[in-house]
Nanobody, 121 residues
Framework: QVQLVESGGGLVQPGGSLRLSCAAS????????MGWYRQAPGKQRELVTT???????NYADSVKGRFSISRDAAKNTMYLQMSSLKPEDTAVYYC???????????????WGQGTQVTVSS
């Protein structure tokens, strides 16, 4: 199977920046897409951004121009650079991997354990 390990969350003041990382490891797989989702207290999980194996990106309107997703294919690691953070960005951030797993001969979606991002003064 495939495991995702996230890091980089924490407490930051409004206007500040954070970078999240998500490293994928485990069974042999080929990445179709990766992405970040978030869930604030009392709200449903929502899409933040995704990146395909070809490098195409998609962003929620609420983060466009402030967040940037990138991927290091050699390390199977994805990053989320967050800038100009606002209190409404406070949430648990989850990384997502959509991959074809060789031993399963199938496509699966995997989730990280989540990392807390708190934007507060």
């Amino acid at each position: 199977q495939v495991q995702l390990v996230e890091s980089g969350g924490g407490l930051v003041q409004p206007g500040g920046s954070l970078r999240l990382s998500c490293a994928a490891s485990g069974s042999r797989f080929s990445i179709n897409a990766m992405g970040w989702y978030r869930q604030a207290p009392g709200k449903q999980r929502e899409l933040v951004t995704t990146i395909t194996s070809g490098g195409s990106t998609n962003y929620a309107d609420s983060v466009k121009g402030r967040f940037s997703i990138s991927r290091d294919a050699a390390k199977n690691t994805m990053y989320l650079q967050m800038s100009s953070l606002k209190p409404e960005d406070t949430a648990v951030y989850y990384c997502m991997l959509n991959a074809h797993v060789v031993e399963l001969t199938a496509t699966r979606v995997y989730w990280g354990q989540g990392t807390q991002v708190t934007v507060s003064s």
